[in-house]
């Protein structure tokens, strides 16, 4: 079991750039995680992802904008967002999978305004 907790989330301008970082409660060093975002009357969907390994996969919308890292020492996981739309507006939730389950945080809500 893990519990975790994101922070970094804020109202930004169409351009601007946030950090999202997300805290683990327990090491996540063989955990593959995954940072997801959900809009308001959208599904969720899966923005980036982080193997153990430190292999990297990215949503379309977001590739050359958003960089997910992990830092295994501080059982935290980030994710740089530059160059943000109004349509990247949505609370973002931190992800991780361990065997078969998947845990989540509470979110964080990003906002960009045009």
């Known amino acids: 079991q893990v519990q975790l907790v994101e922070s970094g989330g804020g109202l930004v301008q169409a351009g601007g750039s946030l950090r999202l970082s997300c805290a683990a409660s327990?090491?996540?060093?063989?955990?593959?995680m995954a940072w997801y975002r959900q809009a308001p009357g959208k599904q969720r969907e899966l923005v980036a992802s982080?193997?153990?390994?430190?292999?990297?996969n990215y949503a379309d919308s977001v590739k050359g904008r958003f960089t997910i890292s992990r830092d295994n020492a501080q059982n935290t996981v980030y994710l740089q967002m530059n160059s943000l739309k109004p349509e990247d507006t949505a609370v973002y939730y931190c992800?991780?999978?361990?065997?078969?389950?998947?845990?989540w945080g509470q979110g964080t809500q990003v906002t960009v305004s045009s």
């Open positions: 992800n991780s999978k361990i065997g078969s389950r998947d845990y």
């Open positions: 982080i193997t153990s390994r430190r292999n990297t």
């Open positions: 327990r090491s996540i060093l063989f955990n593959p």
